[in-house]
């Protein structure tokens, strides 16, 4: 993961993500692209102000976004002073999902980094709406969701959670094999069960394939009854063994897409408490995207 891009819109819940990016990366070379989006109101009649102190509100608009991104570098520098860590910003007049999308095209990213705010009162959901955007359009790269209040913890104790019912490839388990090799971490595969009952042929042939991959990493499997609905599960299994991070796999039928569709009523009681690990449905594209990493790595 060399390539890390982390919007933010200069919030306390976006520093939070910042912080822990800074901690969990420390100790690896890494380039942080930070993005700020601005969508500033085009004044479309008489009465409203198109300058503000003789500059055009969009002018005005840019200006902050550059002069907030360069004071968040600093103070990042100021903070850590990470001799392994370079920055990049990117100001840009666009709608943040369409500008991430495109980012991640252009300068090959390897990890989003994004903070969760949930709404309040009934609406209140595991992530922030935008957070679900991107994870929704991430479809080249993971994306870590860190929560509001979350201090960073070293991740030791990672949970992956997965029906089984789908073969993985190398390239979608590769973020979550290497945050365990960098941590030394336990990786504990969560199966959630409607009522428990044996594995198919199926299952159990990716199990033993899951298996295979992670014969590097200490891992066990925990089979567990579903409760009112996946996230509540997810959210009383990490909470009982002390989790740090979760990961999940983004794909049809999958439990993030489960937990993005349950009703607001069955998930109000699940906010995310630990950083969440999103990877998109990766396929043959991303094992050639890897390919040819590692051959520009060789050669350059």
Known sequence: MQRILI?????ENAWNAINYAMQLFRNKQCTFYLLNTYTPVIPSSRFMAKMIDGVSIVDAVRNSSEQGLLN????IKTKYGNSNHSFETISSFNLLVEEVKDIVDAYDIDLVVTGTKGASGIDEVFMGSNTVRIIKNSKKCPVLAIPQH????????????????????ASELNPLMELAEMFQATIRIVHVQYGIKALSELQQF????????????????HT????????????????????????????????????????IVKRTAFHTQIPL???????????????KKKEKAMTG
Do not use: C, W
């Not at 919007?7 to 919030?11: I, K, L, N, Q």
């Open 150 to 169: 979350f201090d960073f913890v070293t991740p030791s104790e990672i949970a992956f959670a997965t029906d089984f019912n789908r073969f993985y490839t």
């Open 206 to 221: 990716n199990l033993n394939m899951l298996r295979r991959y992670l014969n590097q990493s200490e891992h066990y499997v």
């Open 7 to 11: 919007p933010t819109d200069f919030s």
């Open 72 to 75: 968040t570098v600093d103070r």
């Open 277 to 291: 690990l999103v990877i998109p449905e990766l396929g043959m594209e991303g094992v050639s995207k890897n390919v």
């Open 224 to 263: 567990v009854s579903e409760l009112n609905s996946v996230s509540q599960t997810l959210e009383m299994f990490t909470e009982e063994l002390d989790i740090h991070l979760l990961a999940l796999l983004n794909y049809q039928h999958s439990y993030m897409e489960k937990m993005t569709r349950e009703p």
